[in-house]
């Protein structure tokens, strides 16, 4: 079955400081991976996503992530951030198990905090 | 392109009474639907989803239900609310061709 985990629920950085959000993954099929930003009393809203094409992806606001096979990782990046970055952070993997239902199976979310 | 609207934005319900949520998308045909709850400091939790007019799968048992009368109209609906309904409750589409969702604005429940 898949799932995923996020590493540290909370990450805090400093504006202009790299940030690095950590998610790994268990597939048993390669997956479709995702990244969303839920910003306070808002809906998700889709960064990037992984669908087996380029390894490394580039997504809205100017971030990225590296699809990593071999440590079945799929971390969000961004070389530099902005107070307008605060937000809650997921990351997705496709339910492959459940064919046509495009069921998503969340990790349980990373708060960025960014300190002025 | 495609949009997807969720009412009301707030609700406060007092226990017992009955819920009716609804969300609709416009410019897509025979989307996925998704339908998500955020209890406070908690992830995601998908409650049901369906893949067509009057199919639904329930992810967790529950005094919850859903409903799809059109093909892009998802409603949750409750009989009689309880405190731990209280949370943020998202809807979502996606193509059937496709696994990403598109989150509605949301729904803030709260019971009393």
């Known amino acids: 079955a898949q799932s995923v985990t996020q590493l540290g629920s909370h990450v805090s950085v400093s504006e202009g400081a790299l940030v690095l959000l950590r998610c790994n993954y268990s597939?048993?099929?390669?997956?479709?991976l995702f990244w969303y930003v839920q910003y306070p009393n808002q809906g998700l809203q889709l960064l990037l996503k992984?669908?087996?094409?380029?390894?490394l992806v580039k997504g809205i606001n100017g971030f990225e992530a590296e699809f990593k096979k071999s440590e079945t990782s799929f971390h969000l990046t961004k070389p530099s951030a902005h107070m307008s970055d605060a937000a809650e952070y997921f990351c997705?993997?496709?339910?492959?198990?459940?064919?046509?239902?495009?069921?998503?199976?969340f990790g349980q979310g990373t708060t960025l905090q960014v300190k002025p | 392109s495609q949009t997807i609207h969720q009412w009301p934005a707030t609700l406060v319900q007092p226990v017992g009474s009955p819920l009716s949520l609804e969300c609709t998308v416009e410019?897509?045909?025979?989307?996925?639907l998704y339908w998500y709850r955020q209890a406070a400091g908690r992830g995601l939790q998908l409650l049901f989803y369906?893949?067509?007019?009057?199919?639904i799968s329930s992810e967790v048992p529950q005094n919850l239900s859903a409903s799809r009368p059109q093909d892009r109209q998802f409603i949750l609906s409750s009989k009689k609310l309880l405190l731990s309904d209280s949370g943020f409750y998202l809807c979502?589409?996606?193509?059937?061709?496709?696994?990403?969702?598109?989150f509605g604005p949301g729904t803030r429940l709260t019971v009393l």
């Open positions: 979502a589409w996606s193509a059937l061709s496709t696994d990403t969702q598109y």
């Open positions: 597939s048993s099929v390669p997956p479709y």
């Open positions: 992984y669908t087996s094409a380029a390894t």
């Open positions: 997705a993997v496709s339910d492959n198990g459940s064919s046509n239902t495009g069921k998503l199976i």
């Open positions: 410019g897509t045909s025979n989307p996925n």
């Open positions: 369906s893949v067509g007019i009057g199919q």
